[in-house]
């Protein structure tokens, strides 16, 4: 919502902000730490330390001690001198963002000038300064795994869960975790989930932070996922890989960096293809109802009831779904430039994907060519300055910019120019020539789509009939911080400000609306033309579009042109986030104190009196003297952490955190004319809007210990218990009657805080050193995640049927969580001596869960078509048989194996390599019918009060469809779901890549 200049008055208000003060982290780099002395123990001041290659270092204090700041994630090389003794260099120093590197030098005396001493790390395996768990994967782990994806390293850290596509943390819902991309932010806030993964080659690190953390980060009640790309060296090295695999996967990506003049630069470019993104369990089956071994010729029936003279044969083949191909572009960068107290550095980030959708491949069967397609283009820019004004005070200053575009689009006509191109794609001239006469003979009149084929009450679209509408939306995220990091003795104090503003429009034109404008071109008077009716001007197309468009639109008016003006102009949410913590670490603790400040603007507006919304019926739309702007939230986080050492080996953790974020903000916005037809009340509306919202706020503990029980093996064990309130749920507005000012249904449902969530559970894992070329990681997470709903939407069912009473508030499982959840990698690698199994090496994971909860139900089959069976999808139809939440569905488990050989030829190394994801092919269940409890049977044709009357009248062709496109293959669960039972099926890739 805008008003006159409010967007330059917030420009301007966060350039004078940027350029003024504050206080903020990189989120990409950690620090050195430790002592210098001689090998008698006693300590060297004044001795240097230098992270080689770089002009990173400090001199030692009186007590030998001393801190390098700002050390970006990687491995180095970090050598100590001093007049007298051996120059000393420790090889293979990894630094982990927001972590202290422990690094205590003992020189030895020396007689002779330049001698030196070099010593080869260790993996470190415990964190001294963590006060909370992290979880991270640097880039050799990331290079051996079984598993190349950012979500397959994740899926295998504790506590965090992968249920339908969507990442949950220690029991949280998915728009409680946040994620950045070299310190920028990448969350989408809208629809949550994060909106870019990096290349795996160009990861310096991913990390997992489940809760816990300092002030310094916010905008995440259960955990950040971070992701940092590398830095490059003083050397020009780079890699060349192509990968190819299963449905038509193929795979090129190139590295280089290097010095150039005085900055340290590193690209990674990656382009993949694939023509099955989401392949999937299919069975191929013929209709053959007579057992001739012929595929039988169906006649066809008008809406399955009265013979329209076609024939088809209805043939699938499960091994090649057609329109599924997709294309990605990717492209990341860093370039880091060195001044001595001045360092910039330089991130950019590109990636840009097209796709085609097939989700009812039977159904689609005889018309892919109109499939939509899609594309994503999103580009992101940071920035960053830091200046040590000595080498024990450090300010910092950045800046983020990320834009994000997705279109969708008929993809028999390609990506439209504007709105006359989408309206031809309901104009059968225009089929006709695109596709063929006989696909645009199908229409039943210039403007009326076809028809589709109907064979034993089961339908299948006919050649050139419209499948898809128009639609895009737009997103922007500006982030700006500076700050700075003071160290003073063993405090590390850190104080800052982050600002973020976003920008959200959004635009759908449908096939009914589209039908509606071809219709008025053909038969009326007041639409002379197509250009007519693209004009905008033309009050009748308007008038229709306004009709036929009842979602409405975000920042964009019916004709899809950009709109700036009013409510239903851009939503520009923004939030402000003040901080400041101090982490003490001495020899024998570690203490992050801190507090954070969160102000949220949501954008959401404010009705100026609940109790009579103001509801314009004749308009379709809002009374806007009746709403203002929201209210700006503000929320005080104290945090507070630990960490002991009892022993060398032994560490205990704790912390105590307040957390709050903004919520998914798809759920409350909407656009006035969407309100229009909720407060109408004649429709049921499970999706509708909210107001003047709450932000989620969690308040969480940690306590755990870890433990090094071997000189090359440790363990940590942790637990947690947290509280998560003012979550999003559907209500009614009790204040609403029913004699309201403005006549607004009393009934209308909305967004409101509401909901809670409480967890407890823990954690273990276990970390190796490579032991006799065995190196292994294992996790284990046990949690009770319980609430009211599992999402906002889940009371959709009781609140439509709230006629006397408030719906029940029953505590239950969530249907998201794993209560069981177990990894196990090893990494199995020759070493160099070892002839010609040098450079083999094996990399095995497994993973398990013992699946999700859901309830058993019961109900009929309401307004559902006979192909559709009785899937109780709509809320309303579903009568709980047990307590919700009470069943689970089975037990998964994956494995993944990756093989790999690496051989040196000339300088340059080559290996070669293959990857086999779901190892043996295990078809795991990932979802189940509620009315059955299992995946293989929805208990539709063997319930006779369901099915024995359809199947009566249908016979065998009936029931031999049934049991192939809904049993076998699931469309029916796709088609009112949007997922599937089953998740992946094996896939094999193999390539070879060239390192220089």
């Known amino acids: 919502m805008q008003y006159g200049g409010r967007t330059m008055r917030k420009l301007s208000q966060l350039v004078t902000l940027f350029f003024i003060v504050s206080f903020g982290w990189a989120q990409t780099s950690g620090k050195l730490r430790g002592t210098v002395s001689s090998s008698d123990g006693q300590a060297l001041a004044g001795a240097n330390v230098i992270v080689d290659g770089t002009s990173m270092g400090a001199a030692t204090d009186g007590d030998g001690g001393y801190t390098i700041l700002n050390v970006p994630a990687g491995r180095y090389s970090v050598t100590a001198t001093y007049i007298g003794y051996k120059s000393t260099t420790e090889s293979n120093v990894t630094v982990k963002v927001n972590l202290t590197t422990p690094m205590n030098f003992n020189l030895e005396s020396s007689a002779v000038e330049g001698e030196a001493v070099t010593i080869v790390g260790q993996k470190r395996l415990i964190e001294r300064s963590a006060t909370n768990s992290v979880r991270t994967v640097d880039a050799e782990e990331i290079q051996n795994a079984a598993s190349r994806s950012v979500t397959g390293m994740l899926d295998m850290q504790a506590g965090v869960t992968i249920t339908n596509g969507k990442l949950h943390i220690r029991g949280s819902r998915a728009e409680e975790v946040a994620y950045t991309l070299d310190g920028a932010q990448i969350t989408d806030v809208i629809n949550t989930g994060r909106d870019i993964s990096a290349i795996p080659e160009a990861l310096a690190e991913i990390a997992v932070e489940a809760g816990g953390y300092g002030a310094h980060v916010g905008g995440a009640n259960s955990g950040v996922v971070r992701q940092t790309l590398r830095t490059g060296g003083n050397e020009f090295g780079g890699n060349v890989r192509f990968e190819s695999g299963d449905y038509g996967h193929t795979d090129m990506t190139a590295t280089i960096g290097g010095p150039l003049g005085p900055v340290r630069f590193f690209a990674a470019l990656r382009n993949t293809h694939t023509d099955d993104w989401n392949p999937s369990f299919y069975e191929s089956f013929d209709i053959d109802v007579d057992g001739d071994g012929v595929v039988d010729d169906l006649a066809s029936y008008e809406s399955g009831v009265t013979p329209d003279g076609d024939t088809i044969q209805v043939s699938f083949d499960g091994s090649s779904i057609a329109h599924r191909v997709q294309d990605n572009m990717q492209l990341n960068t860093t370039a880091s430039m060195d001044f001595g107290p001045l360092n910039l550095r330089l991130t950019g980030v590109m990636d840009n994907s097209t796709w085609q959708s097939n989700s009812l491949p039977i159904y689609y069967m005889f018309n892919t060519d109109r499939l939509p397609e899609s594309e994503r283009k999103l580009t992101m820019l940071a920035t960053r300055v830091n200046f040590f004004l000595n ?152 008038d229709a579009l306004s009709l036929y468009l009842r979602g409405g639109q975000i920042g964009y008016d019916d004709y899809g042109n950009e709109y700036d003006e009013g409510f239903d102009g851009p939503r520009e949410p923004s939030s402000m986030s003040f901080y400041v913590n101090d982490k003490y670490e001495a020899g024998d603790i570690t203490i ?405």
């Open 391 to 542: 080498p024990n005070f450090l300010l910092t200053a950045g800046f983020s910019t990320m834009n994000r575009s997705y279109e969708s689009y008929d993809g028999l006509f390609g990506k439209p120019s504007g709105f006359q191109d989408a309206l031809m794609w309901h104009d059968s001239a225009s089929v006709a020539s695109t596709m063929n006469a006989e696909a645009g003979a199908n229409w039943k009149t210039s403007y009326t789509d076809p028809t589709s084929y109907y064979v034993g009450l089961f339908p299948f679209q006919r050649p050139g009939d419209i499948t898809t509408g128009w639609s895009k939306n737009n997103r922007t995220t500006l982030g700006i911080d500076a700050g700075m990091t003071y160290q003073m003795g063993d405090h590390e104090i850190r104080a800052g400000l982050d600002i973020k503003q976003y920008t959200y429009r959004k635009y759908y034109l449908s096939t009914s609306a589209m039908e509606q404008v071809n219709r008025l071109v053909a038969t009326s008077d007041d639409v002379a033309s197509f250009d007519d009716a693209a004009s905008g001007s033309n009050e009748t197309v308007t």
């Open 592 to 996: 992050n104190m801190g507090v954070r400040v969160d102000q949220f603007n949501m954008d959401d507006w404010k009705m100026n009196d609940p109790a009579n919304p103001g509801w314009d019926e004749s308009n379709q739309g809002i009374y806007t003297d009746q709403f203002s702007e929201s209210t700006v939230k503000t929320s005080l986080q104290p945090r507070l952490g630990l960490a002991f050492p009892v022993t060398d080996e032994t560490v205990f953790h704790l912390q105590y955190g307040k957390f709050a974020q903004m919520p998914e903000l798809d759920l409350p916005y909407a656009s006035t004319r969407y309100m229009h037809l909720v407060w109408g009340g004649q429709n049921y509306t499970p999706d509708p809007m909210g107001f003047d919202l709450d932000p989620i706020e969690t308040t969480q503990y940690e306590v755990g210990m870890s433990y090094q029980f071997l000189p090359d093996a440790a363990i940590d064990v942790t637990a947690f218990a947290k509280n998560t309130t003012g979550q999003l749920l559907l209500d009614h507005k009790h204040e609403v009657g029913i004699d309201n000012t403005y006549g607004a249904s009393a009934d209308a449902p909305y967004y409101e805080n509401g909901d809670f969530t409480t967890v407890n559970g823990f954690e273990f894992t276990l970390r190796t050193r490579r032991i006799s070329r065995l190196m292994t990681y294992a996790s284990y997470t046990w949690s009770d995640a319980r609430g009211i709903n599992s999402d906002p939407n889940s009371n959709a069912g009781n609140l439509d049927q709230n006629a006397l009473s408030p719906p029940p508030m029953m505590i239950s499982p969530l249907y998201y969580t794993n209560k069981h959840r177990g990894a196990v990698s090893m990494d199995y690698r020759f070493g160099a001596d070892e002839g010609l199994l040098s450079g083999l090496g094996f990399n095995l994971q497994y993973k398990v869960n013992s699946g999700h909860p859901f309830t058993l139900s019961d109900g009929g089959m309401g307004q559902r078509a006979a192909n559709e069976g009785a899937l109780l999808q709509d809320a309303r139809s579903r009568e709980p048989q047990e307590p919700v939440g009470m069943s689970t569905t089975p037990w998964q488990n994956y494995v993944n194996l990756k093989a790999d050989y690496t051989l040196s030829l000339g300088g340059v190394g080559v290996q070669l390599f293959a990857y086999v994801e779901n190892l043996f092919d295990t078809k795991n269940v990932i979802n189940v019918y509620h009315r059955s409890g299992n995946a293989y049977d929805d208990n539709f044709l063997t319930d006779p009060k369901l099915s024995t009357e359809i199947v009566a009248a249908n016979g065998d062709l009936y029931v031999d469809l049934y049991e192939n496109v809904n049993l076998a293959n699931r469309q029916h669960y796709s088609w009112d779901f949007g997922q599937d039972l089953f998740g992946s099926p094996r896939i094999v890739k193999f390539g070879a890549s060239v390192s220089f």
